[in-house]
């Protein structure tokens, strides 16, 4: 039942800013890690950002300075800021958790089906 659910892809010019959210709705006891990954064609996957609910966040080289992740008060819902946007950025871009189950507390990864950034003139 827990699910995690992507918003905010399209198309933009270079130079220009999108922000992504990633919303985890379902029964579990908590999220320990949200992360964002992408994937163009041809390429290999590849983790963007991610933070952890402590707040502690880290980047990839290629957005350091351009990306910023978040997550809410109550971290069930993440955010993806990319500012200065190259066509090198276009991509899918995934959502990414570790969540804690109930009644277990044991870990389990689980993912969003993906949202097209698109960085084209």
């Known amino acids: 039942q827990v699910q995690l659910v992507e918003s905010g892809g399209g198309l933009v010019q270079p130079g220009g800013s999108l922000r992504l959210s990633c919303a985890a709705s379902?029964?579990?006891?908590?999220?320990?890690?949200m992360n964002w990954y992408r994937q163009a064609p041809g390429k290999e996957r590849e983790l963007v950002a991610s933070v952890t609910s402590g707040g502690f966040s880290n980047y990839a080289d290629s957005v350091k300075g351009r990306f910023t992740i978040s997550g809410d008060n109550a971290f069930r819902t993440v955010y993806l800021q990319m500012n200065s946007l190259k066509p090198e950025d276009t991509a899918v871009y995934y959502c990414n958790a570790q969540i804690r189950q109930i009644p277990s507390r044991s870990l389990r990864d689980y993912w969003g089906l993906g949202t097209q950034v698109t960085v084209s003139s």
């Open positions: 379902g029964s579990f006891f908590s999220i320990n890690t």
